[in-house]
């Protein structure tokens, strides 16, 4: 940040008075580069310029572009807005508000800090960037959020932000973009976060659309048969290797002279033939099951 004139700020203190911000139309989404420079340009009006109105103008943008964000703020971007919100309250001697402001700067960009020329030492905005540094016990503030929605403040996700001084709310939808922006007070209760979450998976889609189409029931009908089929198939087959294992082994058990006409693996061939037939049969029975579950859930 760059110095300013001693003399300079003490004109702009004398003359400067708060404003409201104006109400954004959202016609198009605003960056945290855009409300960063609002910030930025509100900062150089009061340290270098000393100029009352482009203080004023940078302000009420910065306000604007917030709840017109597209994208979550930088925590860079952030400290910038809290930083110019404590110069508007210095303006209007609110010390507390100026603390709270610097607070949440040094919150949200933990490296935030001010020079000599802007704060020299035993200046009101010195001692409160010191008081703004020291540990505190904030009282926690929560949201209610959907499941599939993230909150985050001043840039970063968080489940919960200090309600004693100001933040930057974002509450983020699955897609990436805030589903509203705003800079709440210390205590001041957010918005609701009013979102349906998207569901998962084919039964939530078929769901959402009111079952399954004709294609998809016959290719899951279909399907399910043919599983069924081979699973029986395969059970057959299984069936008829046990059996030769069995009609081999009598005839073991009758005549040890039997063994001389079988190949020396014939046993482990029937037995390898049986169980590999018999995970076919379960693996196709699962298979046939699940794609008729599919098709019941979803008609």
């Known amino acids: 940040m760059r110095p300013h004139p001693a003399p300079a700020t003490a004109i702009l203190l004398a003359t400067l008075s708060t404003t409201e911000a104006f109400a954004a139309d959202c016609a198009t989404p605003t960056t945290s580069a855009q409300v960063g420079a609002y910030a930025n340009a509100a900062v150089d009006a009061f340290f270098v310029t000393s100029n009352k109105q482009a203080f004023v103008d940078a302000v009420e943008g910065m306000r604007a572009a917030v709840p017109c964000l597209g994208e979550v703020v930088s925590n860079e971007d952030a400290a910038a807005l809290h930083f110019a919100t404590a110069l508007e309250a210095l303006i209007a001697q609110r010390n507390d508000d100026v603390a709270r402001s610097l607070r949440a700067a040094v919150n949200a960009a933990p490296g935030f800090t ?18 703004a540094r020291r540990a505190a016990a904030p009282a926690a503030g929560q949201l209610a959020l959907p499941p599939c929605v993230t909150l985050y403040v001043d840039g970063g996700a968080s489940s919960i932000w200090s309600a004693d001084r100001p933040a930057l709310l974002q509450p983020v939808g699955p897609d ?15 918005p609701e ?20 189409s004709p294609a998809a029931k ?7 048969v043919a599983s069924a089929a081979a699973a029986g198939l395969f059970w057959w087959r299984a069936a008829a ?25 014939y046993p482990e061939v ?8 018999s995970a076919a049969a379960i693996g196709a029975g699962v298979l046939a099951l699940g794609l008729g579950t599919t098709l019941v859930v979803t008609w």
Do not use: K
Request: aromatic share 6%; charged share 25%; net charge negative.
């Open 218 to 224: 016959a290719v899951l009908g279909s399907g399910a």
């Open 241 to 265: 290797a046990h059996s030769d294992f069995d009609t081999f082994a009598d005839d073991v058990a009758n005549n040890a002279s039997a063994l001389d006409g079988y190949d020396s693996d």
């Open 193 to 212: 976060v009013l979102f349906d979450c998207p569901q998962d998976g084919p039964v939530a889609s078929a769901s959402r659309r009111g079952g399954s």
């Open 270 to 277: 029937l037995q390898s033939r049986a169980n590999g037939f």
């Open 114 to 131: 001010l020079t000599e020329e802007q704060a020299p030492q035993g200046s009101p905005l010195r001692e409160a960037l010191d008081d």
């Open 176 to 190: 990436g973009s805030p589903l509203w922006s705003r800079q709440v007070g210390p205590g001041e209760r957010p």
